[in-house]
């Protein structure tokens, strides 16, 4: 008697999973070339090294030349003697983001940029602060103030023979002299100014006075002022010379001090221009004490021992 074949009613339940074979080959085969990645890149990276040492220690990049642009007042040598840079070094071997910064920090270099000249060069770019003034302070240091108002040192050596002319303070001997260029021309000094620190612990001028000595330095004029004194009653006066074509009209060649008040310094400056042709064409011999322009209508000219103006 046939037997009846039964079917087969096994069903493979959903969770069961198919285990696959060990692939053998496969996984030596993903080994050997995580190996020969390895491989790779540690020779790639010793290839570097050897070229990096062959040439940081060749005689080829050696520096040999150093061209220094944009210094008027400090000269070359300083400024290379100041990035402490050493004779005959590798030039591959310099930082030059560091020396960049080594530079910034001198008091008078506002930039500087630095670049590598193949084989065995190096060129350095300074931007040097530019002084407008010095500003003198009871019971401190003097202090020069850029272009932009801002105090960027304390009177040093080049500080004095900025304005050494105009007083007879003593050189410092922090500064070595060779640092002094003699086209430096003398710089005013201001009185009446206070110095405050910001919340970053910065230095720095500010208010209504320092506002008005800024608009004065800065305003395009003839005169050479020696000195600006700032109240906060009377406003700015200056120290200046009567001066027509470089020769002073002053009979002891002293200069005159000038009452400006807080504005108009411009027109002010035109009154003062007016009267320099007055004294000229009536031969003014008196000895001038002070001009208060502070109202341009109204000008008070106190003159020596009680000498009157010649009538106009």
Not at 62 to 75: A, D, E, F, R
Not at 257 to 278: A, P
Request: one cysteine or more; a positive charge.
């Amino acid at each position: 008697m046939n037997k009846k074949k039964k079917e087969n009613r096994y069903r493979p339940r959903k969770n069961d999973v198919a285990v696959a074979p060990f692939d053998f080959m496969g996984h030596i085969e993903v080994g050997l070339k995580v190996i020969t990645i390895i491989i790779v890149i540690t020779l790639t990276t010793l290839f570097f090294i050897f070229v990096e040492n062959a040439a940081t220690q060749s005689k080829l990049f050696s520096l040999v030349n150093i061209s220094v642009s944009g210094n008027q007042k400090l000269t070359k040598d300083s400024i290379i003697e100041y990035s402490g840079i050493t004779e005959r070094i590798n030039i591959l071997d310099l930082n030059l983001g560091h020396l960049k910064k080594r530079l910034i920090s001198h008091p008078w270099i506002d930039d500087a940029s630095v670049t590598r000249i193949m084989p065995s060069g190096l060129e350095i770019k300074i931007k040097e602060q530019q002084p407008l003034a010095v500003v003198r302070i009871d019971d401190k240091a003097d202090i020069i103030i850029n272009t932009k108002g801002e105090p960027f040192v304390e009177n040093d050596g080049i500080g004095n023979e900025v304005y050494n002319k105009n007083n007879n303070k003593e050189k410092s001997k922090s500064i070595k002299t060779k640092e002094l260029n003699n086209t430096i021309k003398p710089l005013p000094v201001i009185h009446g100014l206070k110095l405050s620190m910001d919340e970053n612990n910065h230095y720095h001028f500010s208010g209504k006075l320092h506002e008005c000595v800024m608009q004065l330095l800065k305003m395009e004029k003839k005169e050479v002022i020696q000195s600006i004194s700032a109240d906060n009653e009377t406003g700015i006066e200056i120290l200046t010379m009567l001066n027509q074509n470089h020769i002073s009209l002053q009979p002891d060649q002293t200069p005159v001090k000038i009452k400006l008040g807080f504005d108009n310094f411009k027109e002010k400056f035109k009154k003062i221009r007016h009267l320099v042709k007055y004294m000229q064409k009536n031969n003014f011999n008196k000895l001038i004490c002070s001009i208060d322009l502070i109202n341009p209508e109204n000008i008070v000219i106190q003159v020596k021992n009680g000498d009157a103006l010649p009538e106009s």
